[in-house]
């Protein structure tokens, strides 16, 4: 079958969804449910509706837009990404797997194509952990991986809850409705840029995913003494933010001693309070991301990381509070779609090669109801979560073009 992809169309779409920002060009920021985010979701509806797309949004605002199959008693098949950015991101980043995937269908249309399972594009709310410091809270309740009630509880820094944001936003019904039945879609296929410089690098344009690396979050409150800047004497002091700053340096040390070349750690938010240049910073927040693609090093370095905030508080005078936010296993993609993505690469004659994700995506939720995988094209020099994020035209549209052979065969 020939699909033709309307290449310039979709470019029109993804900057068009760029401009919808908290941020000027070329920054593109979408929190969960801010005035940007609710702006963009309105518009891929629209878009949705214009291919013909019948959607239904459900309770904490994942939205499911789907091209019906001709046999409506089979498990459907599903496609999909998210569109929330965290702040000062680029326009790819899970933007390529909704519209592309919007794509996709439009053109299986278009070629005559009719599925017999339906298809479902589905965006995912807040796969971005910026509001609530929990990543793809939309899969996670979908997967049943986060439990209705501990969705119910999660606040946002200034203390507003999930269900107020949800509610505020128009999404209905209560939180327990949102987890999926397993095997309640036949396969998952998330259309992503890679986040990495391999494709890139190797000359290849299509990355098919095996595995995704198993994230992890701590979230910690520091607690120490404020005072003067110039009257509080060095001997006397229990500054949070040097303590953070320890814990910040033992996290690097835990990911580069780890034993695996893979475990990566980030203190991506550390903030100090009062926040006065003449004053002893009395409290840190911090959050840390750790990660492997192996689950015993990537403990084993949570663990080291957990001991080391304990010890540096204890000899600092410090109290801690430390909670793990989340602390998830990879995901291992299936063998069978694996393979025959790389049998519709051949037969399309575009280059491809089986890889891991490193970054985590709502296919690793995805993945505790159906078979799942990930089509990876190349972005420049790998850059992601940041605003010169790039994939061009043509990357996009192989991997649009790969992603509507797919449904196309696992949709029949
Ligand atoms: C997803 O955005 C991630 O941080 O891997
Ligand atoms: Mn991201
Ligand atoms: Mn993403």
């Known amino acids: 079958m020939k699909t033709l992809i309307a290449t310039a169309q979709l470019q029109r779409e993804i900057d068009s969804l760029a401009a919808i920002s908290e941020n000027p060009s070329p920054v593109v920021t979408r929190v969960l449910f801010s005035e940007a985010d609710l702006r963009g979701r309105a518009f891929v509806k629209k878009l949705c509706r214009r291919a013909g797309l019948a959607w239904r949004e459900d309770a904490v605002g994942n939205i499911f837009a789907r091209w019906e199959g001709a ?22 980043d899970g933007v390529v797997g909704v519209l592309g995937a919007l794509e996709a269908i439009r053109a299986l249309k278009k070629s005559g194509f009719r599925p017999k399972r339906s298809i479902d594009l589905v965006i995912f709310t807040a796969e971005e952990p910026t509001r609530f410091g929990i ?41 327990s409705s949102v987890r999926l039945p397993k095997n309640g879609y036949s396969a998952f296929i998330e259309l992503h840029i890679e986040q990495g410089p391999i494709l890139e690098k190797e000359n290849i344009s299509i990355g098919i995913v095996e595995k995704i690396a198993a994230p992890s979050t701590l979230r910690l409150q520091l607690t120490g003494v404020g005072g003067h800047a110039g009257a509080l004497l060095m001997p006397n002091r229990h500054d949070a933010g040097l303590a953070g700053a320890e814990i910040s340096l033992a996290v690097e040390q ?55 905030a304990h010890e540096v508080c204890k000899r600092r005078g410090v109290k801690l509070k430390l909670v793990r936010l989340n602390v998830d296993p990879p995901a291992i993609c299936d063998a069978g779609l694996v393979k025959m993505i790389s049998g519709i690469c051949r037969a399309q004659k575009i280059s491809c090669k089986k890889m891991i994700s490193r970054a985590y995506h709502d296919s690793l939720f995805m993945a505790q109801i159906c078979p799942i995988t990930m089509i990876f094209i190349p972005c420049r020099k790998g850059y992601s979560h940041r605003p010169d994020e790039y994939s061009s035209p043509g990357q996009i549209e192989k991997g649009v073009r790969v992603l509507a052979q797919t449904l196309a065969a696992i949709s029949s």
């Open 71 to 92: 046999d409506k008693s089979l498990p459907p098949v599903a496609t999909g990404s998210h569109i929330d950015a965290i702040p000062n991101a680029g326009k790819y």
């Open 254 to 308: 835990a990911a580069l001693h780890s034993g695996s070349p893979d475990t990566v750690g980030t203190t991506g938010i550390f903030k100090i309070e009062p926040g006065a240049v003449n004053s002893v910073p009395y409290r840190a927040h911090l959050e840390i991301d750790l990660r492997d693609t192996n689950l015993k090093t990537r403990n084993a370095a949570l663990k080291q990381v957990e001991k080391s």
């Open 135 to 175: 990543g793809c809270l939309g899969s996670r309740l979908l997967g049943g991986v986060l439990p209705a009630g501990k969705a119910a509880t999660l606040k946002d820094r200034d203390g507003k809850s999930l269900e107020t944001w949800r509610k505020q936003a128009g999404c209905r019904g209560g939180l």
